[in-house]
Every structure is written in C-alpha cells, then in structure tokens.
C-alpha cells in the first residue's frame, strides 16, 4: 500500500494559491458590501453618491489595511523559514568539520 504523505506535504502551487484567494477575498468582500450599503444609504438620505463613495472609500481603506496585515504575516514567515534554513545549513557544515 502506498503511504499517503501528500496531506503533510501539499503540492508547490497550492500555498500560492490560498494565499491569491486570501487577498482577493480582502479586497473584494469589502467592497461589494460598500457599494450596496452605499447605494442603499443615498436611496435612504437622499445624499447621492455621497455615502456611496464614502462607504467605497471606507472600504477600500479596510482593505488596505488587511493586505498590509496579511503581507506582515507572510514576511514574517519567509523571514522564519529563511532563518531556519540558515541554522540547519550551519548545523549540517558544522558536523561536516
């Protein structure tokens, strides 16, 4: 029987791919709710396009600020990963001598 060791190791493309998702759910997902509760808001008040484009530029701004978050989160694990491959490359040139 074949030992299944692809849910420990996912395929090269598919962290690239959830994180693509990821991004464009940040982005997306605030704006289309901006953009109907703005329309929404201007029927109501009368304020057109007031409130439509300030819920769109809230939302854009939330949407700023959650990629920015995200791509701290990434950095911040490639800068893990980096170092962890610096110290296993250290330990293994160290046993070598």
Known sequence: MKN???SSNPP????GLLLFFRLSGYIAIPV???VFVGKWLDERYGT???LFLLSVGLAFIVSMFS?????MKEF????KMDSDK????GKSSDKNN
Do not use: C, G, T
Not at 12 to 15: G, S
Not at 67 to 71: K, S, T, V
């Open 48 to 50: 057109e396009p007031w």
């Open 67 to 71: 990629l920015i978050r995200e791509a």
């Open 32 to 34: 289309i709710i901006a």
């Open 76 to 79: 911040k694990k490639l800068e």
């Open 4 to 6: 299944n060791s692809s």
């Open 86 to 89: 610096k110290d296993s490359a």
């Open 12 to 15: 090269w493309w598919q962290p």
